[in-house]
């Protein structure tokens, strides 16, 4: 795995923390590659040729 430094306003680690918190994620990391699944997802399926739930 690689390592990715990157900056997110206070707010949104919070809202991050939260759902730790809660028990929805493990920790931050985890959460944020969650997201980052979820972006690329939607992302191939709007690419998708195929795709016609996204008319």
Not at 8 to 14: A, D, T, W
Not at 29 to 47: F, K, L, Y
């Amino acid at each position: 795995m690689e390592r990715v430094t990157l900056r997110i306003p206070k707010q949104q680690i919070e809202e991050v923390e939260e759902m730790v918190e809660t028990g929805k994620f493990p920790n931050r990391s985890e959460a944020i590659r969650s997201a980052v699944r979820e972006m690329i997802d939607e992302q191939t399926d709007q690419a998708s040729p195929n795709s016609w739930a996204k008319v």
